[in-house]
């Protein structure tokens, strides 16, 4: 187990919590613990805020529970979590040192508004930062959600001094699977963390799906929890309630809350993409120099001080915002916005971004900054933000799956961008969406974005059911 002085620096630095970075680096282990543990490592899989967070975009809002969707639905068994989550809470001793007691967990197994059942988990633990009160970690699990996209198995990110030499993995819903759910959750609930996920992964360029794929995913979500696909007039309605909760829901989640209506105005844009598939202008990034080398590592270390490396990361959470940064730098104090950090020819780490007092761009080296402050200033991007990780999360090689869970093809997420460039066109000239069966992993062509998949015949001679298909790519 880490210091307990390496949370409170940690919560120093980016300006949260103890208790909310305890829980950070609780939560990597725990889903080190599901992912290493035989019965749950092909059939839990992760999605929800937290899988944003731990999996895709480190500098992201921090979470408090763990949501699993899970392929077998009799782990929904009160005897069974108690068993499995002993043998997890153990495994997590050992390697750490942080205590999950076995008596202070719980189960809630019920009937779901669908008629099936699910489970809400309560899990204890003692980790560094001592407290009376053990603090616990919510399990949202289901098994009856309706999976679009074959999941992709993911490095869990954990920013800690006692992350294992060879990383954490999960399996996971596919980016696409992700967003969708966002946006389905934001129709049907309204809530600001809805808001601020759906708007952060539009604002992700590089990273967003085609819109049709992505009007797939939410259709069959949408229509699985029996609710129309929204639109910008359904939450007009809730603009009101959701400026009311923005600082009471999420403030607690992020070093610095970013202004509720630099969220807000950007759905236009997003439902426009949605219907018709035409995304903002990207604006350019800034130009490389001779010698550049744009730093955009998903796990970024430094070859500078602990200070300089803090710093950065504070600067990283204020791009991914679209909020300006206080940059104290050789005695004084610039507020900019922050765009690219780069190694030079000579070997110094720069930052390239444009000083709003004096209205130009600055580049400022790393190691001579001294001080850096997130404001609750948005600005609106002049060049391309490259301080966060470049296109799709790189997807760990895993064994082929059982049962309905074969090996399937990558989503359009987690495709090289050079397959992605090669799409040939048909010869009709008109788009075709690729489904395959779960099961027996054939592929169906259709020139409607239609999952549902008839009864056919498999590779063995039998029939694989009637059954609803995960999309694999679209064909121009």
């Not at 999950?100 to 189960?107: C, D, I, K, T």
Request: aromatic letters at 10%; one cysteine or more; charged letters at 25%.
């Amino acid at each position: 187990m880490i210091d307990r002085r390496e949370i409170l620096d940690t919560a120093s630095r980016m300006s949260l919590t103890p208790h909310v970075v305890e829980k950070d680096y609780v939560l990597g282990w725990m889903l080190a613990g599901i992912s290493a543990h035989p019965a749950l490592r092909e059939s839990w899989l992760f999605k929800g805020g937290t899988c944003l967070k731990k999996c895709f975009f480190e500098t992201y809002r921090f979470s408090e529970d763990l949501d699993f969707t899970l392929t077998d639905a009799s782990h929904l068994d009160d005897e069974f979590l108690n068993a499995t989550f002993r043998e997890i809470g153990e495994w997590i001793y050992e390697r750490t040192g942080i205590e999950v007691p076995a008596n202070l967990q719980s189960f809630d197994i019920y009937t779901n508004p669908r008629g099936t059942v699910s489970c809400q988990g309560k899990v204890s633990y003692r980790g560094p930062v001592a407290s009376r009160d053990l603090p616990r970690i919510k399990l949202d699990l289901t098994a009856d959600e309706r999976i679009v996209l074959a999941p992709v198995r993911v490095s869990v990110f954990h920013p800690y001094s006692d992350a294992p030499d060879d990383g954490m993995d999960v399996l996971a819903y596919a980016y696409e699977e992700l967003f969708g759910e966002k946006v389905r959750a934001l129709a049907e609930r309204t809530r600001p963390r809805d808001l601020y996920d759906v708007v952060n992964l539009f604002r992700n360029a590089e990273a967003r799906p085609h819109a049709a794929v992505m009007l797939d995913v939410l259709r069959q979500k949408c229509e699985f929890k029996g609710i129309a696909v929204p639109v910008l007039t359904d939450l007009e309605p809730h603009r009101g309630e959701l400026e009311n909760l923005w600082q009471n829901m999420l403030a607690h989640q992020l070093p610095t809350l970013p202004p509720y209506e630099s969220f807000w105005d950007e759905l236009p844009a997003f439902f426009d993409w949605l219907a018709g598939g035409v995304a903002p202008v990207a604006p350019a990034a800034y130009v490389i120099s001779a010698g550049e080398t744009v730093l955009r590592q998903r796990d970024l270390r430094l070859p500078v001080s602990g200070q300089a490396q803090s710093l950065v990361e504070i600067i990283r959470f204020a791009a991914g915002n679209r909020l300006l940064v206080e940059l104290d730098y050789q005695g004084s104090t610039r507020r900019i916005e922050p765009y690219s950090l780069r190694s030079t020819r000579d070997g110094n780490i720069v930052l390239h971004a444009w000083n709003t007092d004096r209205n130009e761009h600055r580049s400022y080296r790393v190691d001579r900054m001294q001080g850096a402050r997130v404001t609750n200033i948005a600005f609106t991007p002049r060049y391309a933000v490259e301080l966060s990780p470049q296109g799709p999360v790189q997807v760990t090689q895993t064994a082929a799956r059982s049962e309905a869970y074969l090996v399937r093809a990558p989503s359009a997420m987690t495709r090289s961008p050079s397959r992605m460039s090669a799409r040939r066109k048909t010869s009709s000239g008109k788009p075709v969406h690729i489904y395959q069966c779960p099961l027996c992993n054939k592929k169906f062509r259709r020139q409607q974005l239609d999952s549902h998949l008839n009864p056919h015949k498999n590779e063995w001679g039998g029939q694989c059911s009637g059954r609803t298909g995960y999309f694999v790519e679209t064909k121009y």
